[in-house]
Every structure is written in C-alpha cells, then in structure tokens.
C-alpha cells in the first residue's frame, strides 16, 4: 500500500511514473530503481579495456526521469540523451567516466542498498577513482 502512494503499482515495470517530486530529487529513490531494475557492472572488451557501466529498465517516464536526475544531480552533461525502447519497456545506459560519476553519487556513503550491486558499485569507486574523479562529462 505504502509503494501505491509513490505511484508504484503491480507490473511497475510497464506502468510507473513518478509523480512525487520530491522522490525526482532523491539519490536513495534512484538508488533503489538501480538495485530493483537497474545494473551496475564492469565491461570488459578486451583485457587491458573495461570500464564501468550503470543502468535501468523501466517506463518511458521512469527512465527519462533518471536520465534527467543524472544530468542535474550527479553532474553528468548529457544532451538529447533519450530511453531506448526494447520491447514493451525502456532503458537506458551510461558508461565510462558517466557511469562512474552516477555510481559514486548514489553509492559512495550509502546505508539501504542491495549487497551485490554496492559491493560492485564500491569495487568500481575504488578500482576507477584516480581514472575519472578528475574528468569532466
């Protein structure tokens, strides 16, 4: 019942929006979309090239919502950044020095997280931070 007041109701996936202003603000609201539909992982190309990738399925509006909280929140600089459609939902990556940047805003002194994708999220911060904390996006 709690979750229905955020808009978040059966079949979130196809049906949410976030209509709280307030949760269009919050890195621990976000955080929580990465943990539940979300990813956060390393991309390995070729050995001596990985680098760091976030993302989140979900409702049009759920991803552009994320899309935008990246930009404004967590200083990433994005321009016509727009969800891609697969299937009946929506998604959307970034990687890099982006990536990097969202992952350390939403994780990095977090206290409510899923395990797996924090200890991912501080493997990242710790193995890239000389890399991009530096780098503008």
Request: hydrophobic residues 30%; contains cysteine.
């Amino acid at each position: 019942e709690k979750l229905k007041e955020y808009g978040i109701t059966e079949r979130k996936s196809l049906t949410a929006k976030i209509e709280n202003e307030e949760l269009k603000r919050s890195k621990h609201f976000f955080r929580g979309l990465i943990d539940g539909d979300g990813w956060v992982y390393v991309r390995n190309c070729e050995e001596r090239y990985k680098y760091p990738v976030i993302g989140l399925c979900g409702t049009e509006s759920i991803v552009k919502d994320f899309i935008i909280f990246s930009n404004v929140f967590c200083g990433v600089q994005i321009k016509n950044k727009k969800p891609n459609k697969d299937r009946k939902i929506f998604k959307t990556n970034f990687s890099g020095a982006k990536a990097f940047k969202i992952i350390k805003f939403l994780y990095q002194d977090a206290e409510i997280y899923l395990d797996r994708k924090y200890e991912k999220a501080m493997e990242i911060i710790k193995d890239y931070g000389t890399k991009y904390d530096k780098i503008k996006t």
